[in-house]
């Protein structure tokens, strides 16, 4: 299964090949027809319910907007960004255009990169630097940032798909019973 990431950029190639789409759902149907895998999200992708649903890729789109990927215009239409043109060919491009409109978003939101760096390094075990503990730190501040818990850990998801901070994933392992 493919990550948000992954999903964005698959997402800007088919938006970008064109000049504009008449509606998110001209755009779902598009992915329904040509069963990418990078939009399955189960079974063999033989049947449209092996992948991301209409409301689910209109998620996808109004993210990409919100990182100045695509534009949605008030009637509905789709189309790329003058970042998300230059970024559709280059992964490297891409990383970056992300990477800044994350920062963006985290700064306009109260939560500027630097304050997240900041509150990484000064939790201490036995917390971990997750989403969460970063989430609740930061909140505590006055005034706290008016990003909500689902979007700064999407984001800072994101941001580490991009390169811009390293993500640690630890596994556990529980005896049966």
């Known amino acids: 299964m493919a990550t948000t990431y992954i999903r964005m950029q698959y997402a800007l190639r088919l938006v970008a090949s064109r000049k504009a789409w008449v509606s998110r759902s001209e755009i779902a149907k598009t992915i329904h027809h040509v069963k990418p895998d990078e939009m399955k999200i189960r079974g063999d992708g033989s049947a449209i319910e092996h992948y991301m649903s209409d409301h689910s890729i209109s998620n996808l789109l109004t993210l990409m907007s919100e990182l100045n990927l695509v ?3 008030n009637d509905g239409k789709v189309s ?3 970042t998300g043109r230059k970024a559709v060919d280059d992964p490297e491009v891409f ?3 992300v990477q800044v409109s994350i920062k963006k978003t985290l700064k306009d939101s109260g ?3 630097q304050d997240v760096h900041n509150t990484i390094h000064a939790i201490r075990p036995p917390l971990a630097p997750d989403a969460k503990t970063i989430h609740d730190r930061m909140s505590r ?3 706290p940032p008016e990003i909500n818990f689902e979007k700064f850990r999407q984001l800072l998801y994101l941001y580490a798909c991009a390169g811009g901070i390293e993500r ?10």
């Open 111 to 113: 939560a500027p990169i």
């Open 141 to 143: 501040r006055k005034p």
């Open 95 to 97: 990383k970056l255009a």
């Open 80 to 82: 790329a960004s003058a």
């Open 71 to 73: 534009v949605i215009q």
């Open 168 to 177: 640690s994933v630890r596994i556990h392992y529980i005896p049966e019973g």
